[in-house]
């Protein structure tokens, strides 16, 4: 015992609280991190300070797997940058690429054709069910619902397989490319698509059985995690987490880009603002999505698939094989995409919310500064919100209802 | 003259009182189960999951020696033990939590008049040995000289004066209602199973069962999403299988005894095969015990994990009255029967 120790009373009877550690204000608290070396934090941590198991506070402490994405971009040809961004939704590589092929289209001044635009809108949004499911199985094991998680993530495979079957990759498609698409619909799309969405249909009413209406679930999540709309509004919170406060917004109907203007489906928006209310708005958009895809497979108009200012650069041995097989072969030239100098910003709506890009042109072949605002890191907030007051073990139910994907956050 | 020798030292394991906690019902019985109960649990989860489970080791039986591949394993780990740890505490604590697992096999009759310390008071003598592994738990928490085993330690103290009140009230109902607190003697007595005597008593035994033995929905010592493994956050190697392989001894141990309460014991006896042992003659109470344990790990493929709170809520504000009603209930049924 130091001589600090021993002046005060020993036998105070805030002995305990002491040993449990007080934060820099004196409130009693027990100060915990969860993470990075967490089964259940993900690539980040969270500092909680509790009262008891009432938690004061948690602190999002994010940045483990910053990939400096922002700044290789300006090392990068534009047409490299999309397999770049992609890596920060791996999960949701469609949307999160086409917001930069939007903004870099913009500097181009190219529009790409009706049927490309419906093709990225076809993958944006298988993706988007990839994504929500992905996020219903962490929702799931974050409460220890295993069968939720296994049954999300094997569902997930019936869409990761489509969109294999549309760009000839799982995850990293970089299908949507400045000026078009990169591959044509393959001829047996239609029946594949239609089956997995039978299945996806007739698999929500098991999810319903076993986790939606399951009493246990319901007991965690409702009025877990309260949001109200002016709060997330101020927040600048987006995505199904923002529609299911009360709030209708969503990039698709703000931007009016892709196929969107020209297909019909309605954004889920609830007021409860709690978990269930975010659980319950993931599982209305898969089914619109759902629709979307039917749609899309209905509407298609025919043409190419291509920019024709870029098409026209293909030696005619390249356009031969083109035209029979429906796979682009991009023309050397395309590597060396030179934009006027300027700025451009595009927003798109990802499975977690809206992405945002900004891109400065300095008239080179690389970017001068790409700025990406992704959802996860705009959400990443309410960490802190959610969770004052409620409950220590209400921290997963939180984490696993907000569908945080923390490389998105970092970048 | 040896083979006097060997033929008394077989006597003595065969002798009741060396058989029943050693070999069945006990601690090699108990590791049986143990073994296949968790390749089982997770055979099914894996069947509900979609998925196959154990696979590869021993094939042919998709995977059943898989737990005996994962026992090896840990026996050859190095257990790490924090500096900062009580040493002997943290390293005691597991075998004596895994030692008051297999005592109560000494008392709990397997076969008609086959037991291996025949008392009166089996049955409070069986729950209170149960009773004091919660401390142990305590203990390992504040041993292991970690934030998130001392807040399950502080959880298991939570659970367990929610949980073991009504446990001690439901099963005493059963015993009320047959004016007797020894295990063989009520297994005797029931001529109609005492689940349909008194269900209530049945469900509170059931869902406290499985809050002892921390399975989902109550899994919220362990609560892996929050606290790591609760109290178990630093074990490794031999003593994390020892802390691991009681809590399913203890559900073990109470199956035992829900069978005996509830669901009539070791009728229908079997004679022919007390021929081989006269504690075999008793096989169904084996039977309906791992059946029952089977349910109560399928449980896992099914729910989430409730909140503190809500269990804490649960068990006192829920099962606590429940199992006085099953005492009023047995009382009830006393009077209009006029005893059993």
């Known amino acids: 015992m130091t001589s600090q120790g021993s002046s005060e009373p020993r036998a105070s009877p805030y002995f305990w609280y002491r040993l449990m550690g007080r934060d820099e204000e004196g409130y009693d608290v027990y100060e915990l991190f969860i993470g990075p070396q967490h089964p259940a934090s993900g690539h980040m941590r969270i500092i909680v300070r509790l009262d008891g198991d009432i938690i004061v506070d948690a602190e999002p402490d994010i940045g483990y797997v910053h990939r400096t994405m922002e700044k290789l971009a300006e090392g990068r040809e534009y047409i490299k940058n999309i397999p770049l961004f ?11 690429t086409w917001g930069y092929v939007r903004a870099v ?3 181009l001044g190219l529009e790409a054709p009706p049927r490309a635009e419906y093709l990225r809108t076809l993958l944006a949004e298988i993706n988007r069910i990839a994504s929500h499911l992905y996020g219903f199985g962490i929702a799931g094991i974050m409460l220890n619902h295993s069968t939720m998680f296994m049954w999300a993530f094997g569902d997930r495979e019936v869409w990761v397989q489509l969109a294999e079957d549309l760009t000839g990759a799982r995850l990293t498609h970089s299908y949507i490319i400045p000026g078009g698409v990169r591959r044509n619909l393959p001829q047996d799309f239609r029946e594949k698509a239609l ?6 249909e007739k698999r929500l009413q098991d999810y319903e059985r076993i986790f939606v209406k399951n009493p246990v679930i319901i007991a965690r999540y409702v009025d877990v995690g309260v ?15 923002l529609r299911a406060a009360g709030v209708r917004y969503d990039a698709r109907i703000a931007e009016k880009y892709g196929a969107y203007p020209e297909l019909e489906f309605e954004i889920p928006v609830r007021e409860e603002g709690d978990a269930m209310a975010r659980l319950l708005v993931r599982i209305e958009e898969i089914r619109q999505s759902m ?3 039917k749609q899309i497979l209905d509407k298609i108009p025919d043409g190419p698939i291509f920019h024709e200012k870029y098409y026209r650069m293909l030696p005619p041995k390249l356009k031969e094989f083109v035209e029979s097989t429906g796979r682009l072969k991009l023309p050397g030239a395309f590597i060396r995409l030179k934009p006027e100098p300027g700025e451009a910003v595009a927003r798109v709506e990802m499975g977690h919310g809206e992405v945002f890009y900004h891109i400065v042109s300095d008239g080179s072949i690389k970017p001068y500064r790409v700025r990406v605002i992704t959802p996860a890191f705009r959400n990443v907030v309410l960490y802190r919100y959610l969770t004052r007051g409620a409950r220590f073990m209400d921290l997963p139910a939180i984490y696993g209802s907000i569908d945080y994907f923390p490389p998105e956050g970092d970048r | 003259m040896t083979t006097g020798t060997i033929g008394r030292i077989v006597d003595f394991v065969l002798s009741p009182h060396i058989f029943a906690p050693l070999i069945y019902p006990g601690l090699l019985a108990a590791t049986l189960v143990l073994l296949t109960l968790i390749w089982a649990e997770r055979k099914m989860t894996a069947k509900v999951q979609l998925r196959y489970g154990p696979l590869y080791v021993l094939k042919p039986l998709g995977g059943a020696i898989q737990l005996i591949a994962d026992a090896i394993k840990f026996m050859f780990q190095e257990p790490i033990m924090p500096r900062n740890a009580d040493k002997w505490v943290f390293a005691l604590a597991p075998v004596a939590m895994m030692a008051f697992t297999i005592i109560p096999f000494a008392f709990i009759p397997a076969a008609p008049g086959f037991v291996g ?16 592994i919660p401390p142990l738990i305590l203990a390992t928490s504040w041993a292991a000289n970690n934030k998130f085993t001392l807040l399950g330690g502080v959880r298991e103290a939570f659970m367990m004066v929610a949980y073991e009140v009504s446990l001690f009230i439901a099963a005493f109902a059963v015993a009320s209602y047959y004016g007797t607190l020894s295990l063989s003697k009520i297994v005797e007595a029931q001529s109609v199973p005492g689940i349909i005597l008194n269900p209530i008593a049945a469900g509170v035994f059931f869902v406290t069962m499985l809050m002892t033995a921390s399975k989902l929905p109550y899994d919220i010592v362990e609560g892996e999403q929050e606290i790591v493994a609760g109290p178990f956050t630093e074990y490794s190697g031999i003593l994390y299988m020892l802390v691991m392989g009681a809590s399913y001894m203890e559900l073990y141990v109470l199956s035992l005894v829900f069978v005996e309460l509830f669901l009539g014991g070791w009728k229908p006896v079997i004679p022919a095969l007390a021929s081989i042992h006269p504690a075999f003659e008793g096989i169904s109470l084996f039977i309906k015990a791992y059946l029952v344990l089977l349910f109560a790990v399928f449980l896992r493929s099914v729910y989430a994990r409730y909140r503190l709170d809500q269990a804490l809520e649960i068990g006192w504000k829920k099962l606590f009255p429940l199992a006085l009603l099953s005492v009023i ?7 209009v029967a ?3």
């Open chain 2, 338 to 340: 006029g005893g059993a």
């Open chain 1, 105 to 107: 289209e913009q500097l």
């Open chain 1, 86 to 96: 992609e890596r920060a939704t791996i999960i949701d590589a469609a949307n999160i």
């Open chain 1, 195 to 200: 089956k997995a969405i039978r299945y996806m």
């Open chain 1, 227 to 241: 949001i109200k709309a002016d709060e997330a509004k101020r927040l600048g919170i987006v995505g199904p987490n």
């Open chain 2, 329 to 335: 209930w047995s009382l009830a049924l006393l009077l």
């Open chain 1, 291 to 293: 629709s979307i895809i």
């Open chain 2, 117 to 132: 310390v025949d008392v009166e008071y089996s049955l409070p003598l069986v729950l209170s040995l149960s009773a004091l």
